[in-house]
C-alpha cells in the first residue's frame, strides 16, 4: 500500500503546478503525505516555471482528514512526535505565506486537516455537493492545523474572521501563538476521550468486515422490492427507512384497518423526517409513491426480501414462515425482527433455515442506527452479506451477532434494568439511579428508559429472560405492581414519571406508593432500612452485571469481536460513544476491579445468610452479582486485543 501513498506535481505549460494527494480510499494526511506536501510544495515555490499552484485530491475526493491511523498509534505509544508539524510549517510557512498563490480544487470531501489545507490556500473552488467539515470533535480532539474552530477561540472572532476570510500574513508572533494551539491539539490526542473516540470510529467501520462472509469472494445481491410484514410501529419503521433509501416495499397486514393504520404511520414517519430537515418533500412523495399496500401474498411472487415483524408470537411465526417459503421466490431472503424469539424456532416448520435470518432493528427502526444481524448456524453466508448491504444502504450499522435469547445488545444488557430494580428493593431512590446513570452519559436513567419503552415488553420478556438466564435472573414484580397501580409508562402518562404534552418528563412523587409496596415484597432490605450507597456504588451496581454479562456474550461467540459489542453498546443502548462502548470502558477500568466488586458483592450477600441482621431473602441476589466461574472477567482485555482494532 505504501507505493499507493504519495503527493504528485505535474507542472502545465500555463506555469500551474498540480499538486495532487493520493492515498485511496480518502486520501487521509498519512506523514508520508504531509511530507509529500511540504516537498512538492517548496519544489514549487523554488521551480520559476510554476507560477501557480492547485492543491487536489485524487479519485475525486479531496481530503477526508488527519490519518486516524496514527492517532492509534499515538495512542499505543504515547508518542506525540509521530505526529508532523503541519499548522506552521505547512499551512502557515509554506501555503499561505508561499510567495506563489495556491488555489485548492474541491471534490467529494475536505474534513478536518484536509479543510484545513484549504484554509490555507489562498481561495477555494469546490463542487456545490462536496462535503466541508470539521468532525474533528468527534474524535475528541480540536482541529490542530488552525481550523475555524480553534482559531475563535484562541485568537477572538474578529481575527479569525480577518486571518481566514483575507488570507492575510501572519506575524511571527501570531506563528508562535498558532505554534501553541498545535500543542492543545497534541495534549488532546492523548486524553482518554480521544482514545475512546478513535476506537469507536474504527469499530464501526469493522463491523462489516465477517470472516466467512465479506472475504470469500461473494458478491452481495440486488435487493429491489422488499415486502414487510406487519404495519405496527417496528414494521412501519422498517418500511419507512427502506423507502427513503429508494426501495419498493410492500406493506402487508391482516385487515384494511390495520393496513391503512400502517400507511399513516409511515407517512406521520416520513412528515417527520421532512420536519426535522432531514428530507425534502420531494423525497417523501418518491418515497411514498415507491409503498403499496397488501392484504394477500400475491405481490410476495418477485420480493428479494421480506422482513417479518409481526407481535412476538411463536405459533403465528411459525405459520407465516411456512407460507413464505411457498409464496417467494427461492433467492428471497426470510428475515424476521424478533427480539427475543429463537430463530431456530421461527424456522422449525421450514426447509429454508439457510435463508432464514434476524433483521433486528430498534425503535423507532427508521432513525435508531443500529441494525443486529442474527445468524444461525443454518443461515448462508450470502444471506448476512445482503442484508449487511441493506443495512448499509439504509444507513444503519449493521453488527452480525449469533443467536441466543436477547442476541447481543438486549443480552448484554438484561442486567441494566435488573440492577436498577435490585437497588431500589434495597432503598435506593429510583430518581437518584436515573441522575447517576445519566450523569455518566447514557441519554437517560433506566427509568425513564422502562416508561420510554413501554412496560409491555418489559412484562413480554420477563418469562423468557427468566428461563434463558436461570439463576442470574434477577426476579422483580416493580413493573406488575406499576400496571396494577395504573401506570403504563409515557403510553398513559403516567410512570415512574408524569409526562405532560410537550413537557418534559417530572419525577412522580406519588410514585413512591408503589416502590414501598415493592421493597415490602422484595425483603431485600437489612433489618427493613434502606442501605447507604455512593453514587460510584449505584453506577458500578447497575453496568458490571452488564459487563460480567458482556464477557459471557464474547465467549459464546455471540459478536465476532469485542468492539462489535461496543458499537452495538452505543448505537442500540445510548452508550456513551465518549467512553468508547462498553468492553472498552470496562477494559480502562480493569478486569481486576470489576472481578474482585463483583465478588465483594457476592461475598456480602452470601454473608447475610447466616447472618440475621443482614438481608432477609438473598439468593437471587447474591447469584444476580455472582461473577462468571470461568472468571471470564479476567479476559476482557485480551478479549479487546483480539478484536484487532
Ligand atoms: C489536525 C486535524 O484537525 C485533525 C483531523 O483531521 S482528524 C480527522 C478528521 N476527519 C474525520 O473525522 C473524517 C473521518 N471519516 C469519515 O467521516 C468518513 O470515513 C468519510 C465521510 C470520510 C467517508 O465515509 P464513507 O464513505 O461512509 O466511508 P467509511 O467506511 O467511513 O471510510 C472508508 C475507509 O476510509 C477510512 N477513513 C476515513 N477517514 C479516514 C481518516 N481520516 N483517516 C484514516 N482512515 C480514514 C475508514 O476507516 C474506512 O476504512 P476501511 O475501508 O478500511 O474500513
Known amino acids: 500500500m505504501a507505493g499507493a501513498i504519495r503527493v504528485t506535481m505535474e507542472v502545465g505549460a500555463d506555469g500551474v503546478a498540480v499538486v495532487t494527494i493520493c492515498n485511496p480510499p480518502v486520501n487521509a494526511l498519512h506523514p508520508i503525505i504531509i511530507q509529500g506536501l511540504k516537498e512538492k510544495y517548496a ?50 510557512n509554506l501555503m499561505e505565506a508561499g510567495k506563489k498563490p495556491s488555489v485548492a480544487a474541491i471534490q ?45 477561540r484562541l485568537v477572538g472572532l474578529p481575527k479569525a474572521i480577518e486571518m481566514m476570510l483575507q488570507s492575510k500574513f501572519i506575524t511571527a508572533k501570531e506563528g508562535k501563538e498558532r505554534g501553541l494551539e498545535a500543542k492543545v491539539f497534541k495534549e488532546l490526542v492523548l486524553s482518554p476521550t480521544s482514545k475512546a473516540l478513535v476506537h469507536a470510529f474504527f469499530a464501526q467501520r469493522l463491523t462489516t468486515k465477517v470472516p466467512g462472509v465479506t472475504d470469500v469472494q461473494l458478491k452481495p445481491r440486488k435487493i429491489r422490492k422488499v415486502a414487510v410484514i406487519g404495519g405496527g410501529l417496528m414494521g412501519s419503521g422498517i418500511a419507512t427507512a427502506l423507502l427513503v433509501s429508494n426501495t419498493s416495499v410492500v406493506l402487508k397486514e391482516v385487515n384494511p384497518q390495520f393496513l391503512q393504520r400502517g400507511q399513516k404511520m409511515i407517512a406521520a414517519n416520513l412528515e417527520g423526517l421532512v420536519k426535522r430537515g432531514s428530507l425534502t418533500k420531494d423525497k417523501m412523495n418518491k418515497a411514498m409513491s415507491l409503498l403499496k399496500g397488501a392484504l394477500d401474498y400475491s405481490d410476495f411472487k418477485d420480493v428479494d426480501m421480506v422482513i417479518e415483524a409481526v407481535i412476538e408470537k411463536i405459533p403465528l411465526k411459525q405459520s407465516i414462515f411456512s407460507d413464505l417459503e411457498k409464496v417467494c421466490p427461492p433467492h428471497c431472503i426470510l428475515a424476521t425482527n424478533t427480539s427475543t424469539i429463537d430463530l431456530n424456532v421461527v424456522g422449525e416448520k421450514t426447509n429454508s433455515q439457510d435463508r432464514i435470518i434476524g433483521a433486528h432493528f430498534f425503535s423507532p427502526a427508521h432513525i435508531m442506527p443500529l441494525l443486529e444481524i442474527v445468524r444461525t448456524e443454518k443461515t448462508s453466508p450470502q444471506a448476512i452479506l445482503d442484508l449487511i448491504t441493506v443495512g448499509k444502504m439504509i444507513k444503519k450499522v449493521p453488527v452480525v451477532v449469533g443467536n441466543c435469547t436477547g442476541f447481543a445488545v438486549n443480552r448484554t444488557f438484561f442486567p441494566y434494568t435488573q440492577g436498577s430494580h435490585l437497588l431500589v428493593s434495597i432503598g435506593i431512590d429510583v430518581f437518584r439511579i436515573d ?12 427509568f425513564q428508559l422502562q416508561d420510554l419503552a413501554g ?32 401506570r403504563q409508562g409515557k403510553s398513559n402518562g403516567k410512570g415512574y414519571y408524569i409526562y405532560e404534552k410537550g413537557g418534559k418528563p417530572k419525577p412522580d412523587p406519588s410514585v413512591q406508593v408503589v416502590i414501598d409496596e415493592y421493597r415490602r415484597c422484595a425483603k431485600t432490605m437489612p433489618g427493613g432500612k434502606p442501605v447507604t450507597l455512593s453514587d460510584q456504588d449505584i453506577l458500578e451496581m447497575i453496568f458490571f452485571p452488564v459487563v460480567n454479562e458482556a464477557c459471557r456474550v464474547m465467549d459464546e461467540n455471540v459478536v465476532i469481536r469485542a468492539s462489535d459489542l461496543d458499537i452495538a453498546s452505543i448505537l442500540g443502548m445510548g ?16 478486569a481486576p476491579y470489576i472481578h474482585s466488586k463483583l465478588s465483594k458483592w457476592t461475598e456480602i450477600y452470601e454473608r447475610t445468610k447466616h ?21 471470564c472477567l479476567i479476559c476482557i482485555g485480551t478479549l479487546v486485543d483480539l478484536s484487532g482494532t
Request: glycine fraction near 14%.
Open 455 to 486: 412496560y409491555g415488553v418489559a412484562l413480554a420478556v420477563k418469562d423468557i429472560y427468566a428461563a434463558a438466564f436461570g439463576t442470574r435472573n434477577l426476579d422483580s414484580n416493580l413493573v406488575d405492581l406499576m400496571v396494577q397501580n395504573g
Open 575 to 590: 452508550f456513551p460513544r465518549f467512553r468508547g462502548g462498553l468492553v472498552f470502558w470496562a477494559d480502562t477500568i480493569g
Open 43 to 92: 519544489e514549487a515555490m523554488d521551480r520559476d516555471d510554476v507560477k501557480a499552484i492547485v492543491l487536489t485530491g485524487a479519485g475525486g475526493k479531496f481530503c477526508g482528514g488527519f490519518d486516524i491511523n496514527v492517532f492509534t498509534e499515538v495512542h499505543k505509544t504515547g508518542n506525540v512526535s509521530l505526529m508532523p508539524d503541519v499548522s506552521v510549517e505547512l499551512v502557515s
Open 108 to 152: 467529494g470531501l475536505a474534513l478536518g486537516g484536509g479543510l484545513e489545507l484549504t484554509m490555507g490556500c489562498h481561495a477555494r473552488i469546490s463542487t456545490p455537493e462536496a462535503q466541508l467539515g470539521l468532525p474533528e470533535l468527534t474524535l475528541g480532539i480540536i482541529p490542530g492545523f488552525g481550523g475555524t474552530q480553534r482559531l475563535p
Open 611 to 631: 447472618n440475621p441482621a443482614g438481608f432477609v431473602e438473598v439468593t437471587h441476589v447474591r447469584c444476580y452479582f455472582r461473577c462468571w466461574q470461568n472468571n
Open 435 to 446: 441522575r447517576v446513570i445519566s450523569s455518566f452519559g447514557m441519554p437517560m436513567g433506566p
